[in-house]
């Protein structure tokens, strides 16, 4: 009898193993701003994401966000999805946990986001950086935190955490502005204000202790080279920084973009020999519209293109109600782009959604349309830059 019992639970467990895995349908496009369920029905977790591609899978890391408000804080770490086609994520679990000590810089509470992730050829190593605000700090010390693992997976280790650039100026600076003084108190958004920020103001003010580094991506160019590149100076100047060979370190080599734009949320990508930038406007978690800019080199000069969507009104004023997080290149190897963006949900950080959209190309602009639901395959008008 005993036996018969244990017979029937084996069978109903197999039932429910079965049951649960073949209910968890296998996804065949994007359908973008829905929940998305990885490998165990949850709704992806790896919010402010980037994808790096090695040896034939993808790799999404992300924040991992918890209930709440307060879940927009680093509570857990950076989360980790596998995938082989993009459209279905394998959890991989945490890459980068949060620390319990209260005297590490990465401990639960701390603020961790926009986590990238990029493989160095030479060192075989896979190298984090991300943006990284101390605890109780609110979004004062604005530094870039590093992170080193042996496999994409993780476990990273945690090394430091640094203002970029100290004691240098950019690239792009002139002798006028490297000797200029700033008259102190201007009144912020004033006409004199805005052209000291344009001038350098902030640069001067860091320029001791290190540059301001807020939302940021990563970008490896096509000669092994990678960058950082980062909202600086108080979110109203962007920050093209040159990483060292093992990408570990910032050689000191950089670039100011566009000197008091007011840019955030950067991603890149290059196509045909020219770089192009989208990102948003700095207006919290609430949607704003994008911005796009193209440049012949990575370090500058950019040109402003406007806003790369298309749509109503609406959509275009708050870029589908989203904000750009990175840029996807050649998935699928169909020599195409994939815009990637957050829609947020400040309230109840873990709800936040993803709004994934091919970059189509009008008159030599990278632009974007709302689709409810597509995939690799039915873009096929995704053309060159001269169409
Ligand atoms: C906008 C940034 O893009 C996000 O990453 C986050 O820092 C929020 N601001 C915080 O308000």
Redesign the pocket.
């Known amino acids: 009898m005993i036996r018969y019992k244990a017979i029937i639970s084996l069978a109903a467990l197999i039932f429910l193993f079965v049951g649960n895995t073949s209910s968890q349908e296998k996804q065949q496009s994007f359908k973008p701003g829905e929940l998305w369920p990885d490998n165990n029905g949850v709704h992806i977790n790896a919010h402010?994401g980037g994808i790096l591609k090695y040896e034939g899978t993808y790799f999404w890391f992300g924040e991992h966000k918890t209930e709440g408000e307060a879940g927009?804080r680093a509570n857990v770490g950076v989360h980790c999805y596998s995938s082989k086609d993009l459209y279905n994520w394998k959890d991989e679990g945490i890459a980068l946990a949060v620390s319990q000590d209260p005297e590490s810089e990465i401990v639960k509470g701390c603020?961790i986001?926009?986590p990238k992730v990029i493989f160095n050829q030479k060192t075989k190593k896979f190298v984090m950086w991300f943006?990284l605000e101390l605890k109780s700090m609110g979004?004062k010390a604005a530094r870039t935190g590093l992170a080193v693992a042996d496999s994409p997976t993780g476990p990273f280790r945690y090394i430091k955490s640094l203002n970029p650039n100290a004691g240098q100026w950019p690239i792009n600076f002139t002798k006028e502005q490297k000797e200029m003084q700033f008259p102190a108190n201007l009144k912020s958004w004033s006409v004199e204000w805005k052209n000291a920020v344009a001038n350098g103001m902030f640069i001067h003010r860091d320029f001791e202790k290190g540059q301001m580094a807020?939302?940021m991506t990563l970008f490896v160019d096509d000669d092994g080279k990678a960058y950082h590149i980062h909202?600086s100076e108080e979110n109203l100047t962007l920050h093209i920084s040159e990483l060292n060979d093992d990408y570990t370190d910032f050689t000191k080599n950089f670039a100011t973009v566009m000197p008091a734009g007011h840019n955030?949320?950067p991603a890149i990508f290059k196509k045909e020999g020219k770089y192009f930038l989208i990102t948003?406007g700095?207006?919290?978690?609430t949607p704003n519209a994008a911005r796009s800019f193209v440049a012949d080199h990575i370090l500058g000069p950019w040109t402003e293109l406007g806003n790369p969507c298309r749509g109503t009104e609406e959509e275009m004023k708050t870029t589908f109600e989203s904000?750009s997080?990175f840029i996807l290149e050649n998935p699928d190897n169909t020599g195409q782009y994939i815009f990637m963006a957050?829609r947020?949900r400040?309230k109840n950080a873990i709800d936040g959604r993803y709004i994934w959209l091919p970059i189509l190309f009008e008159e030599g602009k990278p632009t974007l349309k709302w689709m409810d639901n597509w995939d690799l395959s039915n873009i096929d008008y995704v053309t060159s830059l001269n169409d």
């Open positions: 402010g927009n603020v986001e926009r943006h979004y807020r939302d909202s955030e949320a948003s700095c207006t919290g978690w904000q997080t957050d947020w400040p």
